[in-house]
């Protein structure tokens, strides 16, 4: 199957920091945060990236565990502690892939495929559950103030 046979099977919608999502699992049994909001445990999504889509710097108040389903090998970006670490999702683990990583809640994050070419279909967890009150998009200049010696990586994965 192609990206766009893919997009439309699983009935994929495009997602604000880039690629295609849908949201395919939300437990029914909620928690209290912090801050007093009521969230799932749980949410669960599909996430498809296809040729240059990046999912751009983005950070959410949970945990988010990725999985890697099939395509190309994708690289997801993380920022903390004045560096940026990658994991390579993928199948070819003598190459140093791995099915499955875990993005720390608070941390600035993205995703592009490694090679730049194809698609890539995983699936995201995310505990306590994903809701849109708490996405932040990175913005350019205050995320290159936070880690200006990061300025050329912080240009690929923000929107101008």
Request: aromatic content about 12%.
């Amino acid at each position: 199957m192609t990206a766009q046979d893919i997009i439309r099977h699983l009935q994929l919608l495009p997602h604000p920091e880039g690629g295609y999502y849908r949201e395919t699992y939300r437990a029914a049994q909620a928690l209290s945060t912090d801050a007093g909001h009521r969230r799932s445990v749980s949410t669960a999504i599909y996430y498809l990236l296809e040729n240059q889509d990046k999912s751009h710097f983005h950070r959410i108040q949970s945990d988010e565990l990725w999985f890697f389903h099939q395509g190309q090998a994708l690289e997801i970006v993380v920022l903390s502690d004045g560096q940026a670490r990658s994991i390579v999702l993928g199948p070819d683990f003598a190459a140093g892939e791995v099915p499955q990583a875990v993005v720390p809640a608070g941390a600035w994050f993205g995703a592009r495929l490694q090679e730049g070419a194809g698609f890539a279909l995983v699936s995201c967890t995310v505990a306590p559950g994903f809701d849109f009150a708490d996405f932040e998009l990175a913005q350019r200049a205050e995320l290159t103030a936070e880690f200006p010696q990061l300025r050329e990586l912080i240009a690929q994965f923000t929107m101008a």
